[in-house]
């Protein structure tokens, strides 16, 4: 399944040259915005500087716990570290990415990735198009008396679900000496453009040289410094001695992916919308995948429990755990039957509900137990989602006019309020630019028609950016002066947008989630559905104003209107204004075409040669920085 999903996104690279439809690559990284690193807390029985062998990391796990059988310095280590930074336990830097959603069939759930962009998701300097970019540092290691072979051994994968990096970028490993000095040891290229590519170990040997306490060893990548470009994913990193060259293979079985949807129809869906309607919104199955990295048979038992996140009520009690004998370099599915959420659940009359997954599997003499279990929150708030909150890509429609129209469906009536999106970051603010935001009740899905019945319209609308880890901008539905207008929704309805200018409208990308039979779009012919594998991160919100259960911000700003006169007008425009001083008028057309721009202390403008139609009017007091919006038609 994962598999075929990457085959068709690749496929989706080829196929947008010759389509209406546009991915593109991310100049940011929302999900690091204003974030924080996190120092996570150490137990540790007996004083030291440094860390010992073996060190191993495979960006699996938040909660890291190291046993003091395991470790030549014989002490426990509890660690707690950050979800999407390198954790400081074993790492002294954190200008790299911990993510789940840029590789593609990882050996392990969860990769470090290092792109173009720093530690808080933007670029290292958008005026160079290429130079030295990030750093993945480890903490000193004791390597003063180990055994002899050692061998540090990690899994690279250029680009997966991200950027691919160009023939003159490249990762590379260094080691640092007794006196120091950092040694270049290794390096890599991508010479296979944008053709997939399966993750790759790599061997390194640590020579003699090398062998003191306070060794220490670092990735690092030359790339694109203006965006996020050229990603690296790198999994597994493991050091230790008594190995070899051939040592390729590690007794490990691995969960490997996010857990499969809980929910048939939507990553997420309002509570109101789904707990009076179970049946038909529930996945037929769920689960996790698991994948064993060694050469034998691994006898792994495998269970699953779910609790209400908030007050611990036991919805699933933990299943009776299942053995399966796992084949040398396999990948299971560990699946369980849909259940229903009782109504003795706390929350399940309240507005919203999460519900918290875990799956744990069990293997036969496992060498590493941090990516044996997985958590995943099932959220039910007010809003309906396709994505999972990442953008990997930036989706976009070519022409002016062109419509996009994304499907959901309200098993009962409610009320429409609000539009999330996140716009997403490539070639600039593209916060200039107009649009209309659209929902409708019925368009033609036959693909026949270009048939449509509008229930709102909202013109002369702008992207905007949110500096947040969901990055999602709220539009309220409201008429121009700003008054709620929510609609009805029952049954199916569309949301999207109405395109006024050739430029891209460019909205976030998730291609971890396939729904494109719910995506549609008008070019200026027929309704057509999208080619594209994905979702496209828009999520309408019905009902109840429940912000406080919902992490999305909302900071849609009060609308500034001014009134003008006559209405239609023929020649001559009047302001009513008492502005005083030097004023900027800007006229747009219905295309986001500026047809007049003047500065000037009067209060009328000519518009005797403006054609005939619809046209909005910004006003801006040069002194205060102050904008008003006024819209008119010209007979």
């Known amino acids: 399944m994962k598999k075929l999903l990457l085959l068709l996104f690749i496929s989706n690279l080829v196929h947008v040259a010759f389509s209406q439809e546009v991915l593109s690559p991310l100049k940011y990284n929302t999900a690091l915005f204003n974030q924080k690193t996190l120092g996570g807390s150490r137990s540790i029985v007996e004083n030291r500087d440094t860390l010992c062998i073996p060190f191993i990391d495979d960006f ?247 609790v209400e996140k908030y007050s611990g009520d036991v919805v699933v009690a933990p299943t009776a755990p299942v053995s399966v004998n796992l084949n040398p370099a396999s990948l299971a599915y560990n699946s369980y039957p849909s259940f229903e959420i009782p109504e003795a659940t706390s929350g399940f009359d309240n507005d919203s509900l999460t519900i918290r997954f875990n799956y744990n599997i069990t293997p036969s003499g496992d060498i590493n137990s941090r990516n044996d279990t997985i958590v995943h929150d099932q959220a039910f708030y007010n809003y309906y989602a396709y994505d999972d909150g990442t953008a990997e890509r930036a989706y976009a429609l070519v022409g002016t006019g062109a419509k996009l129209a994304i499907h959901f469906h309200a098993n009962e009536p409610d009320t429409l309020k609000e539009i999330y999106i996140h716009w997403a970051y490539v070639d600039g603010n593209k916060s200039n630019l107009f649009f209309s935001l659209m929902v409708w009740d019925e368009i033609d899905t036959t693909l026949a028609s270009a048939d449509e019945n509008i229930i709102f319209q909202n013109d002369f609308l702008t992207p905007k950016y949110v500096d947040s880890i969901n990055g999602f901008y709220v539009y309220k539905l409201v008429d121009f002066l700003g008054n709620p207008t929510p609609v009805v929704v029952d049954g199916d309805f569309y949301v999207g947008w109405l395109q006024t200018q050739d430029e891209f409208l460019n909205v976030g990308f998730d291609v971890n989630n396939d729904f494109s039979d719910d995506v549609y779009f008008n070019v200026g012919g027929s309704w057509q559905r999208s080619s594209l594998n994905g979702a496209i991160m828009i999520r309408p919100q019905v009902g109840g104003d429940y912000s406080v259960y919902n992490p999305i911000i909302n900071n849609q700003p009060d609308i500034a209107t001014i009134q003008v006169y006559p209405n239609p007008a023929t020649s001559v425009l009047h302001v009513d204004t008492k502005l005083e001083g030097n004023i900027n008028y800007t006229i747009f057309d219905q295309s986001g075409r500026i047809v007049l721009n003047e500065n000037t202390i009067t209060h009328q403008l000519d518009i005797a040669n403006l054609s005939s139609g619809f046209y909005i009017l910004k006003v801006n007091d040069l002194r205060t920085g102050n904008v008003m919006m006024g819209k008119f038609i010209k007979e």
């Open 60 to 306: 699996s796990s938040s909660l890291i716990v190291i046993d003091e059988s395991l470790t030549d310095c014989g002490d426990t280590i509890e660690h707690i570290a950050s979800a999407i930074y390198p954790s400081s336990l074993f790492w002294a830097d954190s200008n790299a990415f911990v993510n789940k959603t840029y590789p593609a069939l990882p050996p392990t759930y969860g990769v470090v990735t290092l792109d173009g962009l720093n530690k808080y998701g933007k670029p290292y300097n958008e005026g160079s198009s290429f130079d030295k970019a990030d750093e993945l540092t480890s903490k000193p290691i004791n390597l003063a008396d180990p055994t002899d072979s050692v061998y540090l051994s990690f899994y690279i994968q250029p680009g997966g679900f991200g950027e691919f990096p160009n023939t003159e970028d490249s990762l590379i490993l260094d080691f640092k000496d007794v006196d120091g000095n950092w040694v270049k040891q290794w390096y890599a290229v991508n010479t296979l453009g944008n053709d997939p590519q399966s993750f790759k170990l790599i061997m390194v040997p640590v020579e003699d040289s090398y062998f003191y306490n306070g060794f220490t060893f670092r990735f690092r990548n030359w790339a694109g410094v203006n965006g996020n470009n050229d990603h690296w994913n790198i999994d597994y990193v493991l050091l230790d001695d008594e190995r070899t060259y051939n040592d390729t293979l590690f007794r490990d079985v691995a969960i490997v992916y996010t857990p499969e949807r809980y929910l048939k129809n939507y990553r997420q869906m309002p509570w109101n919308q789904f707990k009076n309607h179970q049946s038909t919104e529930l996945a037929f199955d769920h689960g996790v995948f698991m994948y064993n990295n060694f050469n034998a048979i691994i006898n792994t038992s495998h269970q699953f429990s779910a």
